[in-house]
């Protein structure tokens, strides 16, 4: 390569080390903008509804009264149904690709289980209204209504849209993401320590749970809350699923909304001011809660490198 | 340790086995359910037409998605273009100058939030800083707020492959008298090459297959995507829009644009995949 002289060298240093810190900046910029662009334009909603908001069930364009209730009820709900589908799974799935499965197989499975990330999620929204729903409707929920009908959650009639699609699809788009960092986890254990489980003959189960589990407990926890992330702002599979309807029932069988599906529905037909701004209230709050549960999991795996030698 | 007979503990891991087996076969028959019924749903709908001819009524015959796929290639373009070099930049930024810090970890830290940040509150953010502000819904918008989908990616991947790169292929060419950008752009850039163009291509597929950033920002179009200061077309909106219609021949062109979504993303992904594999 050719060398350039002393001269033009130390120009070129500070141009090129400018331009690298401008485009830092514009992300620090780009985030605080976000945080401010969205107070600004609530402000109405701020102003009229105060704290209330957040606790308030109505929901009425007409009578122009608003809360967030009910979304951030859909939100919690159907995150917490992906959450309890997920983690197991992806638990299960860690374990089948580094202890169970040869190392060929195990490739080609992880790949397979990579590409459901790769799948846009309205992708998931179509097979989700037009082939998941009507089967959960068919052939799922009448037989838990059968045997689960004297509880809460399997009340009403068998639709199949609600929260109990919406969870099922946000498990399946958050299932890649969380079995990723527990493989990691899982292969992170030191070999000695799982020879040594075995040595004493232990099952590869036992130590699974008792080895490598409890070595790696930190770290499954950066991943629920990696999956947490995921599935709270999810948009377009949840919108197409959910049902839309501004209301809270315990029965998993009923239609909801979540903060995402609201504003994914609502927010090209609302032209009142204090509607709109309403709207941008409910995506305030899911900015706020998406920020916390992306920091906790910044600075956990953040600790967690540092505790453990690896990076970052 | 509890003590339990042998042939229990044997049996409990036997079950666990075959569960874990069965939760990994869970996983692929999802992702074989949903590819099966995008491909045989989806390839009803194309046909030569589709790609050629502007979006007809429900109930005309023929018509296609030819505007929404132009549009949908411009934005993402135009998103590229401007938030790969920003990405890039940053992450050069993240790993060669500011390591340790304070600065550097504040910008680190927002990287991670903006990648976690749901697509719908950047669609959000610039409808109210631009489509707000200009008072019309817009490509230019819809372009840039993809660019917020792309840049934290690229700036992400683009710090841990520079990071891979030993710090000794650093040192000697600065030794060799090499000012630092060049020792960048020449020596670390071409270690990283392969995982640079893998983390720009995952990007862009991101984008690509995006919808609630677009939806009130570029909005959607039945024209062709001539003026970018107008609502854009695009695949994606369009296949929301179509599918939550009532009529069936729509819904089977939101198939057709489903099927060529997935196809586009997905070999983009499988594409970087390939790359990596045949570099490892």
Avoid at chain 2, 5 to 10: C, I, K, L
Avoid at chain 2, 15 to 23: D, G, I, L, P, Y
Avoid at chain 2, 25 to 50: E, K, P, Q
Avoid at chain 2, 246 to 253: F, G, S
Wanted: with cysteine; glycine share 10%.
């Amino acid at each position: 390569m050719k060398i350039g002289s002393g001269k033009h060298t130390g120009y070129g240093d500070v141009l090129f080390k400018a331009a690298t810190f401008l485009s830092a900046l514009i992300f620090s910029l780009a985030m605080a903008g976000v945080a401010f662009e969205l107070a600004r334009s609530s402000r109405l909603s701020i102003a009229k509804f105060g704290f209330g908001f957040l606790w308030s069930q109505a929901w009425n364009p007409v009578t122009q009264d608003f809360g967030a209730l009910s979304s951030i009820y859909g939100t919690l709900v159907s995150t917490l149904i992906a959450m309890v589908i997920a983690i197991p799974l992806s638990l299960a799935i860690a374990l089948f690709l580094v202890e169970l499965a040869p190392p060929a197989l195990s490739r080609w499975v992880g790949y397979a289980i990579e590409l459901l990330a790769a799948i846009p999620s309205i992708i998931f929204g179509m097979w989700g209204l037009f082939v998941f729903a009507p089967f959960l409707a068919d052939h799922v929920q009448p037989f838990l209504q059968k045997f689960g009908g004297f509880t809460p959650f399997f009340k009403g009639p068998p639709m199949g849209i609600g929260m109990m699609s919406a969870g099922i699809i946000l498990a399946l788009m958050v299932l890649p993401f969380t079995s990723a960092v527990m493989r990691e986890v899982f292969s992170m254990t030191p070999p000695v320590l799982k020879e040594a489980a075995y040595g004493m003959g232990a099952t590869t189960w036992e130590t699974t749970s008792k080895v490598t589990v409890r070595f790696g407990a930190k770290g499954l926890m950066g991943a629920f809350f990696l999956g947490l992330g995921r599935a709270i702002g999810e948009t377009m599979a949840v919108t197409f699923v959910i049902g839309n309807n501004h209301s809270i029932s315990a029965s998993l069988f009923s239609a909801g909304n979540s903060i995402a599906s609201t504003l994914a529905n609502e927010f090209t037909e609302a032209s009142d001011p204090l509607y709109l701004s309403s709207l941008v209230e409910l995506g305030l709050v899911l900015f706020a809660m998406t920020l916390l549960v992306q920091t906790i999991a910044h600075f956990w795996l953040r600790h967690l490198g540092k505790t453990t030698g690896g990076r970052q | 340790m509890r003590t339990r007979s042998r042939a229990r503990r044997v049996a409990l891991d036997y079950a666990v086995r075959a569960a874990s087996t069965v939760s990994a076969l869970i996983g692929i028959f999802f992702l074989c359910w949903i590819l099966v019924v995008v491909i045989h749903r989806g390839s009803a709908a194309l046909n030569w037409d589709f790609f050629t001819k502007l979006p007809a009524p429900p109930g005309a015959e023929g018509g296609g998605l030819a505007n929404a796929i132009l549009g949908t290639l411009i934005m993402t373009a135009i998103a590229g273009a401007i938030g790969v070099p920003i990405g890039v930049l940053t992450g050069v930024y993240l790993s060669e100058y500011g390591r340790g810090g304070t600065f550097a970890s504040l910008v680190r830290f927002t990287v991670n939030v903006m990648m976690g940040l749901p697509s719908i509150i950047t669609g959000l953010f610039v409808y109210t800083m631009l489509v707000v502000t200009l008072g019309h819904f817009s490509g230019w918008a819809g372009a840039v707020s993809l660019v917020f989908i792309i840049m934290p990616i690229v700036a992400g991947t683009t710090e841990d492959m520079l990071r891979m790169v030993p710090d000794s292929m650093r040192e000697s060419a600065l030794a060799l008298g090499a000012p630092s950008w060049r020792t960048t752009l020449g020596i670390v850039f071409r270690g990283a090459k392969v995982g640079l163009i893998t983390g720009v291509l995952l990007a862009i597929a991101r984008a690509t297959g995006e919808t609630a950033p677009l939806l009130f920002t570029s909005l959607n179009s039945p024209y062709w995507p001539g003026n970018l200061n107008h609502p854009t077309g695009n695949l994606t909106v369009t296949i929301f829009s179509y599918a939550m219609s009532p009529y069936p021949d729509w819904q089977q062109m939101a198939w057709g644009a489903s099927l060529l979504i997935t196809v586009g993303v997905l070999s983009m992904t499988i594409l970087t995949r390939l790359a990596l594999v045949r570099k490892g």
